[in-house]
């Protein structure tokens, strides 16, 4: 078993590194403040490749792996973690089931531009009364000829302002339950297809949170992705992957809090010395360090048994998203605590990080259904 990246792996480690010090961390604390992701880093990102870096190079992606796509996720996150789960969420939730499951018309149509990060994508399942329970969305789809007729309200939609391609979901018949839930590519001016309010968010609040609303808004049948009824399906897949993505992200917010503090540990001098001397503190950090690196791995292996074609990796996505969204958390509330009162406030980016990690715990799956979602599985014997 080897635990090292590959060249290949390092370099673009190495790259996406640089890119996030020097381009995209000195601006986080404004984008924080302003709500916005400058439209020239999401620019730098597309012409980098990272909206498609597992993505087949005939699509417009650079052919790497989903190891490697993770490896973007921390290392932005680590920067800013809405600049992470901008990509994360493009990528995770919009590319990847248009490469699985949409035809060859669609791919060269849709997943070329999204790979290539001319055109950003967006997921569109919540809604106002259905979160965690999807089945519960009251989204409709109705055939008429050759078009589909979408009528309803979407919640929470990450990418929202900025997204060019929305994955919609809806049901075709909801007398099937979750077997009548269909996917459907909807492009942003669609007649009947608005956006409507932007949320006002705790933390990530660079990353747009929108709602979307549909009113009679007729989108062709060609863009029906995979089968009618195949949408529950397809949403499964999406967040197996989406949440190796987040698990990745909280691991960059940790990473990032404990780097802040080790350093702050070093020059803070209280008591005639630096308070990394005393063992209170030495404790901490060793204790942060430690549960960075176990979630690193897990989220690590997760995304390698997904490029392996593993079919149980679904089990170890939802641990590392379950264990990396509460490293994040325990991380980023010590980082606070060693930095003290200065920790407290926005001259430092602790308070930041420890922001934008709670969401963790929240998207791609609450903590909660992970856990159901692992004791299911280790009921099954899996």
Request: charged share 25%; glycine share 10%; aromatic share 10%.
């Amino acid at each position: 078993m080897r635990f090292e990246l590959t060249e290949e792996q390092k370099m673009l480690k190495d790259m996406v590194r640089r890119f996030a010090e020097e381009q995209v961390k000195p601006r986080a604390k404004k984008i924080d403040e302003e709500g916005q992701i400058p439209r020239d880093i999401i620019e730098q990102l597309a012409e980098l490749g990272l909206f498609g870096v597992h993505v087949p190079e005939e699509y417009g992606g650079s052919g790497m792996d989903y190891v490697s796509y993770a490896i973007v996720i921390e290392e932005l996150s680590r920067a800013c973690a809405s600049t992470g789960v901008l990509v994360s969420a493009h990528t995770s939730l919009v590319v990847d089931p248009i490469l699985k499951f949409g035809t060859e018309e669609q791919k060269r149509k849709y997943l070329v531009p999204l790979a290539k990060g001319e055109k950003i994508g967006a997921h569109a399942m919540t809604e106002p009364g259905a979160g965690t329970d999807v089945t519960s969305i009251s989204t409709t789809a109705r055939k008429e000829g050759d078009y589909y007729v979408i009528n309803g309200v979407k919640h929470f939609i990450t990418n929202g302002r900025e997204a060019d391609i929305f994955l919609v979901f809806a049901y075709t018949d909801k007398e099937k339950k979750h077997k009548g839930i269909s996917a459907f590519i909807v492009e942003r001016g669609t007649p009947g297809f608005t956006v409507g309010k932007l949320e006002h968010k705790l933390g990530i609040r660079g990353s747009s949170t929108a709602e979307l609303i549909f009113e009679d808004c007729k989108v062709p049948a060609s863009n029906l992705l995979g089968e009618e009824g195949q949408g529950f399906y397809i949403a499964m897949e999406c967040y197996d992957g989406g949440r190796v993505g987040i698990a990745a992200q909280a691991v960059g917010i940790a990473q990032a809090a404990y780097e802040d503090s080790l350093e702050f540990a070093k020059t803070r001098v209280q008591f005639g010395q630096p308070i990394a001397n005393f063992q209170a503190i030495q404790f901490k950090l060793a204790d942060m360090v430690t549960l960075i690196e176990a979630a690193r791995l897990l989220y690590l292996k997760a995304a390698w048994l997904k490029d392996q074609g593993i079919k149980s990796y679904y089990l170890y996505s939802a641990m590392a998203k379950l264990f990396a969204s509460d490293v994040a958390m325990r991380v980023t509330r010590e980082a606070i605590q060693i930095h003290g009162g200065y920790g407290y406030t926005t001259d430092y980016n602790v308070e930041r990080y420890y922001r934008d990690a709670k969401i963790t715990e929240i998207y791609e799956g609450t903590v909660e259904a992970q856990r159901l979602t692992i004791a299911r599985a280790i009921l099954k014997g899996i």
